[in-house]
């Protein structure tokens, strides 16, 4: 069921529903390399002005003119949830301050 790539070890560690709840400003940890991983913040940041402009948006309309637009909304909704499982992951560096997981794989020797 895992398919997704760590982008520390490169190896298939995550599944489609932990990319999912990455898409939620979640953060994960690799169970073969303990790197953390997140979802990209600055994609994400534009997809979570869609969510507030679906919203706000079809919200509105709907308490204007007609309650069709909360059908609008939801579909809207949907398909951005859809779309948060593409935002692609990026490593992040080690909550202790210690050394992420390729750095610690590298030759030590290479830094002079």
Do not use: N
Not at 22 to 28: A, E, M, P, R
Not at 53 to 72: E, K, P, Q, R, T
Not at 88 to 94: A, C, E, H, S, V
Request: neutral net charge.
């Amino acid at each position: 069921m895992t398919s997704i790539l760590c982008p520390h070890c490169e190896q298939k560690t995550f599944s489609w529903w932990h990319k999912y709840l990455t898409g939620k400003w979640g953060v994960l940890r690799c169970r073969q390399c303990t790197g953390r991983v997140c979802a990209q913040p600055i994609v994400l940041a534009a997809l979570y002005f869609f969510y507030v402009w679906d919203v706000v948006l079809f919200g509105y309309l709907a308490w204007l003119d007609s309650l069709w637009y909360l059908l609008v909304m939801v579909v809207g909704w949907l398909i951005l949830d859809y779309f948060s499982v593409y935002v692609p992951l990026t490593p992040l560096r080690p909550a202790d301050g210690a050394a992420s997981p390729a750095e610690q794989s590298s030759d030590p020797k290479q830094d002079s």
